[in-house]
Nanobody, 116 residues
């Protein structure tokens, strides 16, 4: 079955960085678009980054453009989100997602807390 497992979250000071990872299994990873979402308490879920199956096409929400970078390693079935210049407004649970056979799959999420 499809599984997505995020890791790499934690507590970081403003201005800091974290590299989030999402290990995928149960489907042909290299053939699927992957995305990262985030959801902060009391706020709607936000799509923040998407990467094409081969990794050559990326898109970002305006809120993270220039600070976050999505990438993937198809040999490792893993998608990454490098987060830089973090601010308290980036505090949220971060999820990776994949649409496989017209169904959306989500990981359990990894918490990112930006605080001094």
């Amino acid at each position: 079955q499809v599984q997505l497992v995020e890791s790499g979250g934690g507590l970081v000071q403003p201005g800091g960085s974290l590299r989030l990872s999402c290990a995928a299994s149960g489907f042909t990873f290299s053939s699927h678009v992957m995305s990262w979402y985030r959801q902060a308490p009391g706020k709607e879920r936000e799509l923040i980054a998407t990467i094409g199956s081969a990794g050559g096409s990326t898109n970002y929400a305006d809120s993270v453009k220039g600070r976050f970078t999505i990438s993937r390693d198809n040999a490792k079935n893993t998608v990454y989100l490098q987060t830089n210049s973090l601010t308290p407004e980036d505090t949220a649970t971060y999820y990776c997602t994949a649409m496989v056979v017209f169904k959306d799959y989500w990981g359990q999420g990894t918490q990112v807390t930006v605080s001094s």
